[in-house]
Nanobody
Framework: QVQLVESGGGLVQAGGSLRLSCAASGRTFSYYSMGWFRQAPGKEREFVAYIYRRGDAPYYADSVKGRFTISRDNAKNTVYLQMNSLKPDDTAVYYC?????????????????WGQGTQVTVSS
């Protein structure tokens, strides 16, 4: 079973950048489409971005398009989320997730694997 561990969160000023990483254990990382979600206090978990197994066709939520970039390195069993031009509204716990499908990847219930989350706080 693949396990996911996020890192790279922290406190940053508005306009700053952070790079989140999600390291996967196990040999089947390349089998999974990977996504990033976030959840702010009192809000539902929200889709951020996903990327297919081979690293093609990344897709973003409108709220982060042009500011965030998802990528993956299957040789390192890692998926990344580069976050630029951060805003206070980006403050949330960020989760990486893995899906054995390639459909419906904006929906949390399509994912089989979840990390524990990493806190991102953007100050104004």
């Amino acid at each position: 079973q693949v396990q996911l561990v996020e890192s790279g969160g922290g406190l940053v000023q508005a306009g700053g950048s952070l790079r989140l990483s999600c390291a996967a254990s196990g040999r089947t990382f390349s089998y999974y489409s990977m996504g990033w979600f976030r959840q702010a206090p009192g809000k539902e978990r929200e889709f951020v971005a996903y990327i297919y197994r081979r690293g093609d066709a990344p897709y973003y939520a409108d709220s982060v398009k042009g500011r965030f970039t998802i990528s993956r390195d299957n040789a390192k069993n890692t998926v990344y989320l580069q976050m630029n031009s951060l805003k206070p509204d980006d403050t949330a716990v960020y989760y990486c997730a893995g899906s054995s499908t390639s459909d419906g990847l904006t929906a949390p219930h399509m994912y089989d694997l979840w990390g524990q989350g990493t806190q991102v706080t953007v100050s104004s």
